[in-house]
């Protein structure tokens, strides 16, 4: 699956997206660590403020108070000023993200995918291999029942005519300890296809959400591998767009829509799915 432009060489776009990235994130964290500085200095300032509240009700420092009630909402307009900052900036980092993080989840989408699939594989080799074992045991279980029942008669009626102590032949008590072992070993088998089928249950669920995310992943790592071929031509698309803006007002110039043919969706469609399916 030719998905991933970084197996031979790194991306232009995806280089400069995560440059960018990096960028953000090591503002963002330098704005974390002064807001938790700012934090714990209004919050000082704010127990300053009480302790002049309840010293100027004694000794009538108003002007003491005053100082640490603009202090302390200084203090606080900071803590509030940074947080707004930060929100700021995650939210212009979370596109970013988006596109920085996509070969590493794309990878985990596609080994999660493959486990999945590979444990349907294996459930429907397990429970054939089960169901069978049991059909077998039961085969067995009825041509022992049918033997031990002619053997049961046969004490039965050696135990009427016995003139002294009746001692049943061996083979009676060889068949009812194979019949109870049959027993067992069928009931360990109805309990391994129960878990088995409880497994097979979940399965679909599992297989739709693992195709989900292959697909939402794929989706990015495919709009990455678009943005690194138009790299070159970006400058074209921007002139392009920046004219039809110059001659129709309403059009937005970050935008330009481009008509895909029907007949190349059809093409994608399929080698999308055929990709899926080979995943």
Request: proline share 3%; aromatic share 4%; glycine share 2%.
């Amino acid at each position: 699956m030719k998905l991933n432009p970084f197996q031979k060489k790194t991306s232009a776009y995806y280089a400069k997206t995560k440059a960018a990235h990096d960028q953000l994130a090591s503002e963002l964290q330098a704005l974390q660590t002064k807001l938790s500085e700012a934090q714990a200095d209004a919050q000082q300032k704010q127990q300053r403020l009480r302790d002049q509240q309840q010293y100027s009700s004694i000794y009538s420092s108003l002007t003491s108070e005053k100082r640490a009630s603009i202090e302390a909402n200084e203090a606080q307009d900071l803590v509030g000023s940074l947080k707004g900052q930060i929100l700021s900036l995650e939210g212009r980092i979370a596109p970013l993200a988006r596109i920085v993080q996509a070969p590493k989840q794309f990878a985990r989408a596609k080994e999660e995918l493959e486990r999945v699939r590979q444990q349907q594989r294996t459930l429907t080799v397990d429970r054939s291999k089960t169901q069978a074992q049991m059909d077998q045991l039961s085969q067995r279980a009825a041509e022992v029942d049918i033997r031990l029942a002619a053997e049961l008669k046969t004490a039965s009626e050696a135990l009427i005519s016995a003139q002294e102590d009746f001692t049943p032949a061996p083979a009676l008590t060889q068949l009812e300890t194979q019949q109870r072992v049959i027993s067992t070993s069928l009931a360990q088998l109805q309990d391994k296809l129960r878990g088995m089928d409880a497994s097979w249950m979940a399965l679909p669920k599992a297989l739709n959400d693992a195709e989900r995310i292959f697909v939402s992943c794929r989706a990015v790592m495919l709009e990455i591998e678009l943005y690194e071929q138009l790299m070159p031509v970006m400058g074209l698309l921007a002139k392009a767009s920046v004219s039809r803006q110059q001659d129709i007002y309403s059009h937005d110039p970050s935008h330009f829509d481009i008509d895909v043919g029907l007949d190349l969706l059809e093409s994608a469609t399929a080698e999308l799915e055929g990709e899926l399916q080979a995943a």
